[in-house]
Nanobody
Framework: QVQLVESGEGLVQAGGSLRLSCVAS????????MSWFRQAPGKERELVAG???????YYEKSVKGRFTISRDNAKNTVYLRMNSLKPDDTAVYYC?????????????????WGQGTQVSVSS
């Protein structure tokens, strides 16, 4: 049974930083694409960043240059470092795992999801 557990939630001021972590259990993280999605109130869940099995990364346009996704396969953990945070980054952030070989924006192409962690950025 795969379980993804996120941590690192917080309330920060604009311009601040946070690091989210997602620990995977049940399967070796190295075999899967790992992505971070977010969902703001009243909006659809959207892909923020993803990282392939070979550590190729993708970033949504609004976070490129501010967010960094990384993985530590030995710790079965994927991270999302968020710098220069803006109020528009306020959302629940979800970690997701896919067995595909590409980073997909389609939610149902991810087999497993974490429970979500809240990020709030004040102006």
């Amino acid at each position: 049974q795969v379980q993804l557990v996120e941590s690192g939630e917080g309330l920060v001021q604009a311009g601040g930083s946070l690091r989210l972590s997602c620990v995977a259990s049940g399967r070796a993280l190295s075999e899967y694409v790992m992505s971070w999605f977010r969902q703001a109130p009243g909006k659809e869940r959207e892909l923020v960043a993803g990282i392939t099995q070979s550590s190729g990364a993708y970033y949504e346009k609004s976070v490129k240059g501010r967010f960094t996704i990384s993985r530590d396969n030995a710790k079965n953990t994927v991270y999302l470092r968020m710098n220069s945070l803006k109020p528009d980054d306020t959302a629940v952030y979800y970690c997701a795992q896919s067995s595909r070989a590409w980073i997909s924006t389609v939610l149902n192409e991810y087999e497993y999801w974490g429970q979500g962690t809240q990020v709030s950025v004040s102006s």
